[in-house]
Structure formats: structure tokens, C-alpha cells
């Protein structure tokens, strides 16, 4: 079995059961990753990197991976936690806004989310994105989650995009070394809409990928120095895992 890197000590199956059918025990739940850690030490900016394992961060049967510098602290490439709030006024302005989602009608109080990178080096990026860690003896079928562009990115669009430009968000699902699908939303459309930028929590439907072991994601933007970022929340697997 592969190892999984917990950073969170309870668990957080929903509608969770055991089996005994002959085939063993097991369990078969849905899985809803909401990052909501406990006992986790935020960095002064209300970000987080997992520094003791430095590959990223588990979330009961999910991982989540990330490349870190040398200093094993800068983020190169993956996820990062963050809990970086919109201000009450709405003015971000001055403010490190590279993991700051754009909610600012839906700002939660000491909420969490992760934050994806894209590094244009593909050297600086892990080799997944999000695992399945018992593959060996379960599947992960799945569902969706929710996402939303980063202020950073937002603020480049409105400035950048001109009619016809699109910001794509890609995922494409594995199953033991073979792609299952890809799926994909638009963070930015300026092709059909001026300003259609994703600015709330917003579905992202998954389920097309299938029973998968790893899932990887990827931004395709038409302009090649748009910031790669985007956030994400409440990712939903239906799991099934046989003892």
C-alpha cells in the first residue's frame, strides 16, 4: 500500500460503512475534501507548504502534491493551502494576491482552500497532481469540486484579455497508466461574454474522468504570460476500499 501523508488526524468520511460479504471488510463512502485542518501553522502571508514531508498534503484517501525550492519552503509548482481573505472592502490593491481567491461576496472567516500552480518549467512541477493512495485495494471514482480564479489572475484578464481570449482549466484522470478522460471549464471567456470571469465558488464537474488513480490538472490560456493559478474547494470522491 502507498503511503499517505497526514497532516489531518480525524477522519473525514461521510455516509461511511463496513462490509462482510465474503469479500472481506471494507469501506465505501463519499469523500468530501474541504481542508479544514486542525493544528496546522500558517506562514505570516496565511498560506501553508507541508515542510515535514515537502511532496504536499493528504486528505484522508486524496493527495495532494507540490514541488518546493531549495529553501523547502517557496512553492515551485502544485498545491498550496491557503486561507487568504478578500478584505471588506473589496480593495486588494497592494496586497499579495497570487493565493488570494476571488469571493469577495462569499468570504468565509479562517476558511481554507487550495490554491494550484503551474510552473512553465514542467522540471518544477510534481509528476501528479492529486493521488488516489489506495489504488491497491480500493477506486476513486470522481464527482467534482468547486473552483474560482485567484485576485492575481483576475486582475491580469482585466487587464490583458482582449475579445477572443479564453483562460481553460483542464483535468484529465489515470488509471493505471492510462487516461481515463479529460474534462474541462473556462476560468475567463472573452470569446462570447466581455468579463466572464469566474469569481465565486463554482462546480467543476468530474465525474466524466471515472475510477481513477491519479488526477492532473493543467491551465491553457491565449496568452502565454497569463498567470497559471486557480483555486479550489470541497473536491468530491466516492471511495471504495476493500481490507
Not at 498550496?80 to 472592502?89: A, D, G, H
Not at 470522481?142 to 485576485?151: D, E, I, L, R
Request: net charge negative; glycine share 8%; charged share 20%.
Amino acid at each position: 500500500m502507498k503511503r499517505i501523508f497526514f497532516i489531518l488526524i480525524s477522519l473525514v468520511a461521510l455516509s461511511s460503512c463496513l462490509k462482510d460479504d465474503g469479500s472481506g471488510m471494507g469501506q465505501k463512502y463519499q469523500l468530501v475534501t474541504s481542508f479544514q485542518y486542525q493544528g496546522i501553522k500558517f506562514n505570516a502571508d496565511s498560506t501553508f507548504v507541508n515542510t515535514s514531508e515537502t511532496i504536499g498534503f493528504g486528505y484522508d484517501a486524496l493527495n495532494f502534491f507540490h514541488n518546493l525550492g531549495p529553501d523547502n519552503i517557496t512553492l515551485e509548482g502544485g498545491f498550496i493551502l491557503s486561507r487568504l481573505e478578500m478584505p471588506k472592502s473589496g480593495n486588494t490593491a497592494g496586497l499579495k494576491n497570487r493565493y488570494r481567491a476571488l469571493l469577495p461576496k462569499e468570504a468565509s472567516p479562517g476558511n481554507i482552500y487550495t490554491v494550484f500552480y503551474q510552473n512553465q518549467d514542467p522540471a518544477k512541477m510534481p509528476t501528479h497532481n492529486v493521488e488516489f493512495a489506495f489504488d491497491e485495494n480500493g477506486t476513486c471514482s470522481m464527482k467534482g469540486c468547486y473552483v474560482t480564479n485567484t485576485v492575481e489572475v483576475a486582475d491580469y484578464v482585466r487587464e490583458n484579455f482582449e475579445e477572443g481570449d479564453m483562460l481553460v482549466l483542464k483535468a484529465t484522470g489515470y488509471f493505471k497508466g492510462v487516461e481515463t478522460a479529460t474534462v474541462e471549464m473556462n476560468l475567463a471567456d472573452y470569446s462570447s461574454q466581455k468579463d466572464s470571469i469566474v469569481s465565486i465558488w463554482t462546480s467543476f464537474n468530474l465525474s466524466k474522468l471515472g475510477s481513477v488513480d491519479f488526477v492532473d490538472f493543467e491551465l491553457v490560456s491565449s496568452k502565454p504570460d497569463a498567470p497559471a493559478y486557480f483555486c479550489m474547494d470541497n473536491m468530491v470522491a466516492q471511495i471504495e476500499i476493500e481490507y
